[in-house]
Nanobody, 123 residues
């Protein structure tokens, strides 16, 4: 499975962005999809995930109420809508695919990773 993330950029605090991650080379519905981020000098952080087969969605505590993950099966694409952005949201955002049904907030459970897209939020 190949994953291609896009949509990052520079945005002012309070603004919005939508990240996209296009998947190819596999059966899209077989995989759960997640977003993780890593800021300079910090550990990778779980952002959001959606279980395979149209299962539930999960969001990290730091983004709940502001970010929303969704998927479009017809386009083999997963999205991360980010609203009310804060400077602390600045990071490289990675999309990933997992064959696991559970533990979707743990990056160790993901089999495939995209290349990352940089989001910079200016205050």
């Amino acid at each position: 499975v190949q994953l291609q993330a896009s949509g990052g950029g520079l945005v002012q605090a309070g603004g919005s962005l939508r990240l996209s991650c296009a998947a190819s080379g596999g059966t899209f519905s077989w995989y759960g999809l997640g977003w993780f981020r890593q800021a300079p000098g910090k550990e990778r952080e779980f952002v959001a995930a959606i279980r395979r087969g149209g299962g539930g969605t999960y969001h990290g505590d730091s983004v709940k109420g502001r970010f929303t993950i969704s998927r479009d099966k017809s386009k083999n694409t997963v999205y991360l809508r980010m609203n009310s952005l804060k400077s602390e949201d600045t990071a490289v955002y990675y999309c990933a695919a997992t064959s696991y049904m559970f533990g979707v907030d743990d990056g160790a459970n993901y089999n495939y990773w995209g290349q990352g897209t940089l989001v910079t939020v200016s205050s």
